[in-house]
Protein backbone atom coordinates (compact mmCIF):
# COMPACT_ATOMS: atom_id res chain seq x y z
CA UNK A 1 0.00 0.00 0.00
CA UNK A 2 1.20 3.75 -0.59
CA UNK A 3 2.48 5.21 2.44
CA UNK A 4 1.07 8.44 3.76
CA UNK A 5 4.27 9.90 3.50
CA UNK A 6 4.58 8.63 -0.09
CA UNK A 7 1.37 10.70 -1.10
CA UNK A 8 1.95 13.82 1.05
CA UNK A 9 5.42 14.29 -0.85
CA UNK A 10 4.10 13.93 -4.22
CA UNK A 11 1.60 16.47 -3.92
CA UNK A 12 3.69 18.89 -2.01
CA UNK A 13 6.50 18.22 -5.23
CA UNK A 14 3.57 20.23 -6.72
CA UNK A 15 3.38 22.54 -3.77
CA UNK A 16 -0.59 20.66 -2.80
CA UNK A 17 -1.51 20.09 0.09
CA UNK A 18 -4.03 16.67 0.75
CA UNK A 19 -7.06 16.66 2.51
CA UNK A 20 -7.02 13.56 4.99
CA UNK A 21 -9.96 12.31 2.88
CA UNK A 22 -7.83 12.07 -0.30
CA UNK A 23 -5.33 10.73 1.82
CA UNK A 24 -6.72 7.39 3.25
CA UNK A 25 -9.21 7.71 -0.31
CA UNK A 26 -5.63 7.26 -1.87
CA UNK A 27 -4.16 4.97 0.36
CA UNK A 28 -6.89 2.34 -0.12
CA UNK A 29 -6.74 2.57 -4.02
CA UNK A 30 -2.87 2.15 -3.98
CA UNK A 31 -2.85 3.61 -7.20
CA UNK A 32 0.24 5.95 -8.07
CA UNK A 33 -1.24 6.74 -11.48
CA UNK A 34 -4.46 8.13 -9.76
CA UNK A 35 -2.53 10.75 -7.87
CA UNK A 36 -0.98 12.45 -11.19
CA UNK A 37 -4.13 12.16 -12.59
CA UNK A 38 -5.78 14.01 -10.09
CA UNK A 39 -2.47 16.53 -10.07
CA UNK A 40 -3.08 17.18 -13.66
CA UNK A 41 -6.83 18.06 -12.70
CA UNK A 42 -6.91 20.67 -10.21
CA UNK A 43 -7.18 24.12 -10.99
CA UNK A 44 -4.03 26.06 -10.89
CA UNK A 45 -4.90 28.23 -7.88
CA UNK A 46 -5.48 25.52 -5.45
CA UNK A 47 -4.02 25.14 -2.25
CA UNK A 48 -5.29 22.03 -0.58
CA UNK A 49 -6.47 18.58 -3.24
CA UNK A 50 -10.29 18.06 -1.05
CA UNK A 51 -12.79 15.23 -2.34
CA UNK A 52 -14.88 17.64 -4.13
CA UNK A 53 -11.25 17.83 -6.79
CA UNK A 54 -12.33 13.65 -7.55
CA UNK A 55 -15.87 14.32 -9.44
CA UNK A 56 -15.28 11.13 -11.17
CA UNK A 57 -14.39 9.18 -7.65
CA UNK A 58 -17.18 11.11 -6.61
CA UNK A 59 -19.77 8.57 -8.58
CA UNK A 60 -16.61 5.71 -8.47
CA UNK A 61 -17.29 5.04 -5.24
CA UNK A 62 -20.76 3.08 -3.26
CA UNK A 63 -19.62 4.22 0.52
CA UNK A 64 -20.46 6.68 1.80
CA UNK A 65 -17.50 8.46 2.07
CA UNK A 66 -17.89 10.96 -0.53
CA UNK A 67 -21.69 11.18 -0.65
CA UNK A 68 -23.43 14.32 0.17
CA UNK A 69 -24.79 12.67 3.29
CA UNK A 70 -23.27 12.65 6.69
CA UNK A 71 -20.37 10.27 6.86
CA UNK A 72 -18.63 8.74 10.11
CA UNK A 73 -15.83 6.64 9.78
CA UNK A 74 -14.42 5.40 12.47
CA UNK A 75 -10.09 5.29 12.39
CA UNK A 76 -9.44 3.84 15.38
CA UNK A 77 -11.11 2.73 18.44
CA UNK A 78 -14.19 0.99 16.70
CA UNK A 79 -16.09 -1.72 18.86
CA UNK A 80 -13.93 -4.54 19.31
CA UNK A 81 -10.45 -3.12 18.64
CA UNK A 82 -9.33 -2.91 22.74
CA UNK A 83 -7.33 -5.52 23.59
CA UNK A 84 -7.92 -8.20 26.50
CA UNK A 85 -5.66 -7.74 29.51
CA UNK A 86 -2.00 -8.50 29.40
CA UNK A 87 1.07 -9.93 30.29
CA UNK A 88 4.04 -8.94 31.54
CA UNK A 89 5.69 -8.84 27.78
CA UNK A 90 2.29 -6.44 27.15
CA UNK A 91 3.59 -3.79 29.98
CA UNK A 92 7.34 -3.00 28.09
CA UNK A 93 6.12 -3.28 24.85
CA UNK A 94 3.76 -0.71 25.68
CA UNK A 95 6.48 1.40 27.17
CA UNK A 96 8.71 0.69 24.38
CA UNK A 97 6.02 2.06 21.46
CA UNK A 98 4.99 5.19 23.63
CA UNK A 99 8.68 6.18 23.59
CA UNK A 100 9.40 5.16 19.86
CA UNK A 101 6.30 7.32 18.35
CA UNK A 102 6.60 10.31 20.82
CA UNK A 103 10.17 10.45 20.71
CA UNK A 104 9.80 9.90 16.67
CA UNK A 105 7.98 13.52 17.00
CA UNK A 106 10.74 15.23 18.99
CA UNK A 107 13.45 13.54 16.64
CA UNK A 108 12.36 16.17 13.71
CA UNK A 109 13.13 19.62 15.54
CA UNK A 110 16.10 18.28 17.62
CA UNK A 111 19.18 15.85 17.24
CA UNK A 112 19.75 13.53 19.83
CA UNK A 113 22.46 11.42 21.72
CA UNK A 114 21.55 7.95 22.83
CA UNK A 115 21.57 8.15 26.77
CA UNK A 116 24.36 5.37 26.62
CA UNK A 117 26.88 7.29 24.26
CA UNK A 118 26.10 10.57 25.88
CA UNK A 119 27.23 9.35 29.43
CA UNK A 120 30.18 7.10 28.59
CA UNK A 121 32.19 9.32 25.71
CA UNK A 122 34.17 11.84 27.35
CA UNK A 123 33.67 14.57 24.77
CA UNK A 124 29.75 15.33 25.08
CA UNK A 125 31.40 17.10 28.94
CA UNK A 126 32.63 20.02 26.77
CA UNK A 127 30.13 20.62 24.15
CA UNK A 128 26.02 21.03 24.00
CA UNK A 129 24.17 18.18 23.61
CA UNK A 130 20.66 16.97 23.51
CA UNK A 131 18.59 13.45 24.96
CA UNK A 132 15.47 12.13 24.48
CA UNK A 133 13.70 9.89 26.92
CA UNK A 134 11.02 9.47 29.10
CA UNK A 135 10.64 10.85 32.79
CA UNK A 136 10.97 7.90 34.78
CA UNK A 137 10.78 10.29 38.30
CA UNK A 138 10.42 13.79 38.83
CA UNK A 139 11.02 15.91 42.09
CA UNK A 140 11.61 19.27 43.62
CA UNK A 141 15.08 18.92 45.64
CA UNK A 142 15.34 21.04 49.09
CA UNK A 143 16.73 24.27 46.91
CA UNK A 144 13.86 23.99 44.53
CA UNK A 145 15.74 22.74 41.42
CA UNK A 146 13.66 20.59 39.39
CA UNK A 147 15.86 16.40 38.90
CA UNK A 148 14.36 14.12 36.47
CA UNK A 149 15.46 10.23 35.72
CA UNK A 150 15.63 10.61 32.27
CA UNK A 151 15.71 7.13 30.46
CA UNK A 152 15.61 6.06 26.80
CA UNK A 153 16.13 2.44 25.55
CA UNK A 154 19.90 2.79 25.91
CA UNK A 155 20.23 4.23 29.37
CA UNK A 156 19.11 6.67 32.28
CA UNK A 157 20.65 9.48 33.24
CA UNK A 158 19.50 12.30 35.92
CA UNK A 159 18.90 16.05 34.74
CA UNK A 160 18.79 19.22 36.56
CA UNK A 161 16.67 21.89 36.01
CA UNK A 162 17.59 24.83 37.91
CA UNK A 163 15.23 27.10 39.27
CA UNK A 164 16.98 30.11 38.52
CA UNK A 165 17.06 29.43 34.69
CA UNK A 166 14.13 29.77 31.93
CA UNK A 167 13.66 26.67 31.28
CA UNK A 168 12.61 26.04 34.81
CA UNK A 169 8.55 26.94 33.72
CA UNK A 170 8.31 24.05 31.64
CA UNK A 171 10.02 22.21 34.00
CA UNK A 172 7.60 22.69 36.68
CA UNK A 173 5.34 21.36 34.54
CA UNK A 174 6.97 17.64 34.10
CA UNK A 175 4.93 14.91 35.15
CA UNK A 176 6.10 11.32 35.59
CA UNK A 177 5.92 8.77 32.09
CA UNK A 178 6.19 11.50 29.66
CA UNK A 179 8.30 12.01 26.58
CA UNK A 180 10.32 14.87 26.31
CA UNK A 181 13.80 15.94 25.16
CA UNK A 182 16.64 18.27 27.10
CA UNK A 183 18.93 20.00 25.81
CA UNK A 184 21.95 20.92 27.77
CA UNK A 185 25.49 20.01 29.38
CA UNK A 186 26.61 17.07 31.50
CA UNK A 187 28.77 17.41 34.53
CA UNK A 188 32.39 16.91 34.36
CA UNK A 189 32.30 13.68 36.30
CA UNK A 190 29.24 12.63 33.84
CA UNK A 191 26.85 12.16 36.77
CA UNK A 192 24.33 15.42 36.05
CA UNK A 193 22.66 16.93 32.87
CA UNK A 194 22.58 20.56 33.41
CA UNK A 195 18.99 21.12 31.32
CA UNK A 196 19.02 24.68 29.22
CA UNK A 197 15.78 23.51 27.18
CA UNK A 198 12.73 21.12 27.15
CA UNK A 199 11.42 19.77 24.38
CA UNK A 200 8.00 18.30 24.17
CA UNK A 201 6.72 16.26 20.90
CA UNK A 202 3.58 18.86 21.28
CA UNK A 203 1.54 19.95 17.73
CA UNK A 204 3.99 21.47 14.93
CA UNK A 205 3.16 25.54 14.77
CA UNK A 206 2.65 24.80 11.59
CA UNK A 207 -0.19 22.88 11.61
CA UNK A 208 -3.26 23.58 9.93
CA UNK A 209 -6.12 21.62 10.57
CA UNK A 210 -8.35 20.18 7.45
CA UNK A 211 -12.21 21.83 7.48
CA UNK A 212 -14.96 20.11 6.23
CA UNK A 213 -15.52 21.01 2.32
CA UNK A 214 -19.15 20.67 2.45
CA UNK A 215 -21.97 22.00 4.87
CA UNK A 216 -22.56 20.04 8.43
CA UNK A 217 -21.91 20.57 12.05
CA UNK A 218 -21.51 18.03 15.14
CA UNK A 219 -22.91 18.80 18.88
CA UNK A 220 -20.80 17.50 21.57
CA UNK A 221 -21.81 17.06 24.82
CA UNK A 222 -20.41 14.26 27.89
CA UNK A 223 -21.23 12.93 31.38
CA UNK A 224 -25.15 12.27 31.22
CA UNK A 225 -25.56 10.14 34.12
CA UNK A 226 -28.68 8.78 33.36
CA UNK A 227 -29.81 7.01 36.94
CA UNK A 228 -28.63 9.69 39.08
CA UNK A 229 -31.11 11.76 40.87
CA UNK A 230 -28.91 14.81 39.99
CA UNK A 231 -29.31 14.18 36.30
CA UNK A 232 -31.16 17.41 34.47
CA UNK A 233 -34.22 15.43 32.87
CA UNK A 234 -36.05 18.97 32.23
CA UNK A 235 -32.95 20.57 30.30
CA UNK A 236 -32.20 17.40 28.81
CA UNK A 237 -36.14 17.67 27.30
CA UNK A 238 -35.30 21.50 26.23
CA UNK A 239 -32.29 19.85 24.45
CA UNK A 240 -33.39 17.58 23.05
CA UNK A 241 -36.22 20.37 21.53
CA UNK A 242 -33.74 21.79 20.08
CA UNK A 243 -31.62 19.28 18.18
CA UNK A 244 -34.00 19.08 15.08
CA UNK A 245 -33.53 22.65 14.64
CA UNK A 246 -29.42 22.80 15.52
CA UNK A 247 -29.22 21.62 11.59
CA UNK A 248 -26.70 18.93 13.09
CA UNK A 249 -25.78 16.02 11.72
CA UNK A 250 -23.48 14.19 14.39
CA UNK A 251 -23.79 13.83 18.07
CA UNK A 252 -21.12 12.84 19.83
CA UNK A 253 -21.30 11.76 23.53
CA UNK A 254 -17.93 11.30 25.72
CA UNK A 255 -18.30 9.61 28.38
CA UNK A 256 -20.30 8.24 31.89
CA UNK A 257 -23.53 7.77 29.28
CA UNK A 258 -25.64 6.53 32.75
CA UNK A 259 -24.16 6.81 36.24
CA UNK A 260 -23.61 3.39 36.56
CA UNK A 261 -23.90 1.13 40.01
CA UNK A 262 -21.17 0.51 42.37
CA UNK A 263 -18.94 3.80 41.26
CA UNK A 264 -18.57 5.38 44.60
CA UNK A 265 -19.32 4.43 48.02
CA UNK A 266 -23.12 5.31 49.08
CA UNK A 267 -24.44 5.65 45.25
CA UNK A 268 -26.97 3.63 45.69
CA UNK A 269 -28.46 6.93 47.65
CA UNK A 270 -28.33 9.09 44.89
CA UNK A 271 -30.14 6.97 41.96
CA UNK A 272 -33.17 6.66 40.89
CA UNK A 273 -32.80 4.15 38.87
CA UNK A 274 -31.01 1.56 40.60
CA UNK A 275 -30.26 -1.44 37.87
CA UNK A 276 -27.78 -1.09 35.38
CA UNK A 277 -29.85 -2.19 32.42
CA UNK A 278 -32.25 -0.19 33.50
CA UNK A 279 -30.38 3.25 32.91
CA UNK A 280 -29.16 2.11 29.60
CA UNK A 281 -32.55 1.52 28.56
CA UNK A 282 -33.83 4.77 29.79
CA UNK A 283 -30.67 5.94 27.41
CA UNK A 284 -32.24 4.71 24.87
CA UNK A 285 -35.49 6.03 25.21
CA UNK A 286 -33.59 9.73 25.45
CA UNK A 287 -31.65 8.79 22.32
CA UNK A 288 -34.81 7.52 20.38
CA UNK A 289 -36.23 11.39 20.76
CA UNK A 290 -33.09 12.13 18.73
CA UNK A 291 -34.31 12.83 14.95
CA UNK A 292 -33.17 9.62 13.08
CA UNK A 293 -31.18 11.58 10.77
CA UNK A 294 -29.02 12.66 13.75
CA UNK A 295 -25.86 9.93 14.12
CA UNK A 296 -25.05 9.72 17.64
CA UNK A 297 -21.40 8.74 18.67
CA UNK A 298 -21.48 6.73 22.30
CA UNK A 299 -18.07 6.17 24.14
CA UNK A 300 -18.20 5.09 27.57
CA UNK A 301 -16.07 6.88 30.64
CA UNK A 302 -15.69 5.53 34.08
CA UNK A 303 -19.79 5.42 35.11
CA UNK A 304 -20.07 3.21 32.28
CA UNK A 305 -20.48 -0.67 32.45
CA UNK A 306 -17.42 -1.59 30.52
CA UNK A 307 -14.19 -2.37 32.30
CA UNK A 308 -12.85 1.23 33.75
CA UNK A 309 -8.84 0.04 32.14
CA UNK A 310 -7.95 2.74 29.00
CA UNK A 311 -8.97 2.26 26.27
CA UNK A 312 -11.99 1.19 27.22
CA UNK A 313 -14.31 -1.34 25.11
CA UNK A 314 -17.71 -0.06 23.41
CA UNK A 315 -20.78 -0.43 25.36
CA UNK A 316 -21.85 -3.87 24.39
CA UNK A 317 -24.77 -5.49 22.05
CA UNK A 318 -26.46 -6.79 25.72
CA UNK A 319 -27.11 -3.28 26.91
CA UNK A 320 -27.71 -1.56 23.09
CA UNK A 321 -29.69 -3.97 21.35
CA UNK A 322 -32.87 -1.85 21.25
CA UNK A 323 -31.42 1.16 20.38
CA UNK A 324 -31.94 3.08 17.75
CA UNK A 325 -30.25 2.43 14.06
CA UNK A 326 -28.23 6.01 14.02
CA UNK A 327 -26.82 5.02 17.45
CA UNK A 328 -22.91 4.11 17.28
CA UNK A 329 -21.04 2.88 20.12
CA UNK A 330 -17.60 3.26 20.42
CA UNK A 331 -14.33 3.33 22.22
CA UNK A 332 -12.46 5.23 24.96
CA UNK A 333 -10.17 6.90 23.44
CA UNK A 334 -11.81 6.58 19.33
CA UNK A 335 -10.88 8.75 16.57
CA UNK A 336 -13.59 9.38 14.25
CA UNK A 337 -13.70 10.92 10.50
CA UNK A 338 -16.44 13.65 10.59
CA UNK A 339 -16.80 14.28 6.50
CA UNK A 340 -13.29 14.64 6.56
CA UNK A 341 -13.08 16.30 10.24
CA UNK A 342 -10.98 14.42 12.58
CA UNK A 343 -12.25 13.80 16.06
CA UNK A 344 -10.44 12.53 19.03
CA UNK A 345 -12.63 11.67 21.88
CA UNK A 346 -11.54 10.76 25.17
CA UNK A 347 -13.44 11.04 28.32
CA UNK A 348 -10.54 12.09 30.56
CA UNK A 349 -10.12 10.48 33.74
CA UNK A 350 -6.32 11.73 33.30
CA UNK A 351 -7.72 15.32 33.70
CA UNK A 352 -7.77 14.49 37.41
CA UNK A 353 -4.21 13.02 37.70
CA UNK A 354 -3.00 16.16 35.93
CA UNK A 355 -4.46 18.92 37.67
CA UNK A 356 -3.14 17.13 40.84
CA UNK A 357 0.36 17.53 39.37
CA UNK A 358 0.69 20.61 36.96
CA UNK A 359 0.72 24.16 39.10
CA UNK A 360 -1.83 26.24 38.35
CA UNK A 361 -4.31 23.83 37.21
CA UNK A 362 -8.30 23.55 38.24
CA UNK A 363 -11.00 21.98 37.81
CA UNK A 364 -12.71 25.21 36.51
CA UNK A 365 -10.37 25.23 33.37
CA UNK A 366 -10.56 21.27 31.45
CA UNK A 367 -9.35 23.76 28.59
CA UNK A 368 -5.86 24.20 30.10
CA UNK A 369 -5.24 20.22 30.63
CA UNK A 370 -6.64 19.68 26.33
CA UNK A 371 -3.92 21.88 26.22
CA UNK A 372 -1.55 19.59 27.97
CA UNK A 373 -2.61 16.97 26.63
CA UNK A 374 -1.80 17.94 23.37
CA UNK A 375 1.79 19.18 24.37
CA UNK A 376 2.78 15.96 25.56
CA UNK A 377 0.81 14.37 22.64
CA UNK A 378 -0.83 11.96 24.91
CA UNK A 379 -4.40 11.43 26.47
CA UNK A 380 -3.20 10.19 29.85
CA UNK A 381 0.81 10.61 30.08
CA UNK A 382 1.43 9.16 33.46
CA UNK A 383 1.11 5.70 34.14
CA UNK A 384 -0.47 3.92 37.48
CA UNK A 385 -2.36 7.41 39.16
CA UNK A 386 -5.98 7.16 39.06
CA UNK A 387 -6.45 6.34 35.28
CA UNK A 388 -6.58 2.83 34.66
CA UNK A 389 -4.29 1.92 31.54
CA UNK A 390 -4.66 -1.58 30.00
CA UNK A 391 -0.65 -1.57 29.09
CA UNK A 392 -1.48 -3.36 25.51
CA UNK A 393 1.09 -3.81 22.94
CA UNK A 394 0.33 -0.43 21.06
CA UNK A 395 -0.28 2.84 23.16
CA UNK A 396 -3.60 3.76 21.48
CA UNK A 397 -3.59 6.75 24.10
CA UNK A 398 -0.47 8.75 22.07
CA UNK A 399 -2.38 10.87 20.29
CA UNK A 400 -1.01 10.63 16.37
CA UNK A 401 -2.38 12.16 14.34
CA UNK A 402 -2.87 15.69 15.32
CA UNK A 403 -6.70 15.86 14.89
CA UNK A 404 -9.09 18.53 13.69
CA UNK A 405 -10.96 18.84 17.10
CA UNK A 406 -9.86 17.17 20.61
CA UNK A 407 -13.04 16.47 22.50
CA UNK A 408 -13.52 15.40 26.40
CA UNK A 409 -15.58 15.38 29.49
CA UNK A 410 -15.33 13.93 33.21
CA UNK A 411 -14.80 17.26 35.31
CA UNK A 412 -18.60 18.13 34.59
CA UNK A 413 -17.16 21.97 33.43
CA UNK A 414 -17.13 23.67 30.33
CA UNK A 415 -14.00 24.97 28.45
CA UNK A 416 -13.21 25.48 24.82
CA UNK A 417 -10.13 25.92 23.46
CA UNK A 418 -7.94 26.89 20.49
CA UNK A 419 -4.06 25.51 20.52
CA UNK A 420 -2.00 25.83 17.09
CA UNK A 421 -5.38 24.81 15.19
CA UNK A 422 -6.80 22.16 17.05
CA UNK A 423 -10.27 23.05 18.59
CA UNK A 424 -10.37 21.53 22.21
CA UNK A 425 -14.14 20.97 23.70
CA UNK A 426 -15.23 20.05 27.23
CA UNK A 427 -19.21 21.01 27.40
CA UNK A 428 -19.64 20.01 31.14
CA UNK A 429 -22.30 17.24 32.12
CA UNK A 430 -26.48 17.00 32.74
CA UNK A 431 -25.76 16.43 35.98
CA UNK A 432 -25.98 19.19 38.81
CA UNK A 433 -23.32 19.31 41.87
CA UNK A 434 -23.42 15.62 43.58
CA UNK A 435 -22.77 15.98 47.66
CA UNK A 436 -19.34 14.21 46.77
CA UNK A 437 -18.29 17.74 44.41
CA UNK A 438 -19.62 20.44 46.78
CA UNK A 439 -17.36 18.71 49.67
CA UNK A 440 -14.54 18.83 46.55
CA UNK A 441 -15.40 22.25 45.50
CA UNK A 442 -15.82 20.99 42.09
CA UNK A 443 -18.67 23.24 40.72
CA UNK A 444 -20.26 21.99 37.50
CA UNK A 445 -21.13 23.81 34.66
CA UNK A 446 -24.34 21.68 33.62
CA UNK A 447 -26.97 21.65 30.73
CA UNK A 448 -24.44 22.92 28.32
CA UNK A 449 -23.86 21.85 24.57
CA UNK A 450 -21.06 22.76 21.90
CA UNK A 451 -22.27 23.23 18.66
CA UNK A 452 -19.77 23.17 15.84
CA UNK A 453 -19.18 24.47 12.18
CA UNK A 454 -17.67 21.69 10.45
CA UNK A 455 -16.81 24.14 7.30
CA UNK A 456 -15.31 26.53 9.65
CA UNK A 457 -14.49 24.87 12.85
CA UNK A 458 -15.99 27.58 14.99
CA UNK A 459 -17.63 26.19 18.34
CA UNK A 460 -20.71 27.63 19.47
CA UNK A 461 -21.79 26.62 23.41
CA UNK A 462 -25.85 26.57 23.86
CA UNK A 463 -27.04 26.31 27.57
CA UNK A 464 -30.43 24.76 28.50
CA UNK A 465 -30.15 25.06 31.90
CA UNK A 466 -33.87 25.76 33.67
CA UNK A 467 -33.64 29.22 35.84
CA UNK A 468 -34.54 27.99 39.08
O1 LIG B 1 -16.35 12.71 37.78
C1 LIG B 1 -16.85 13.98 38.00
C2 LIG B 1 -15.85 14.86 38.69
O2 LIG B 1 -15.77 14.53 40.06
C3 LIG B 1 -14.43 14.65 38.15
O3 LIG B 1 -13.78 15.88 38.11
C4 LIG B 1 -13.74 13.84 39.16
C5 LIG B 1 -14.48 14.12 40.42
N1 LIG B 1 -14.52 12.89 41.18
C6 LIG B 1 -15.46 11.95 41.14
N2 LIG B 1 -15.17 10.94 41.96
C7 LIG B 1 -14.01 11.24 42.56
C8 LIG B 1 -13.18 10.63 43.54
N3 LIG B 1 -13.49 9.45 44.09
N4 LIG B 1 -12.04 11.26 43.90
C9 LIG B 1 -11.74 12.44 43.37
N5 LIG B 1 -12.48 13.08 42.46
C10 LIG B 1 -13.59 12.48 42.05
P1 LIG B 1 -17.26 11.45 37.47
O4 LIG B 1 -16.47 10.57 36.61
O5 LIG B 1 -18.50 11.93 36.79
O6 LIG B 1 -17.59 10.83 38.80
FE1 LIG C 1 -18.92 12.26 34.77
ZN1 LIG D 1 -16.16 10.60 34.52
Request: aromatic share 8%; charged share 25%; glycine share 6%.
Amino acid sequence: MLSEQEIVERFLATRLQVHPEVLSYLREKNDPSLIDRIIAGVPPDTLVVSAHHLPDLHRERDGARFAADPSVEVISGAKGTAGSTNRFEDFFQYFRDRYTRLSEVIRTRTTAIPIEALVKTTRYRQQEASAIGMVMDVRTTGRGNRIVELEDPTGQITVLFNRDRPVFADAERLVPDEVIAVRGKLSDDGRLFFAEQLLRPDVPVSHAPFPSDRPGSAVFISDIHVGSNTFLEEEWKRFAEWLPESGASYLLVCGDLVDGIGIYPGQQEELTIRDIYGQYERLGQLLAEVPPEIRIILSPGNHDVVRAAEPQPALPDEFTKAYPKNVLPVENPCLLSLQGVRVLMYHGRSIDDMIGMIPGASYAHPEQMMVEMLQRRHLAPTYGKKTPISAERQDRLVISPVPEILHTGHIHTCGLTRYRGVLGINAGTWQSQTAFQRQMNINPTPARAVLVDLRTLEPRIMEFLQAS
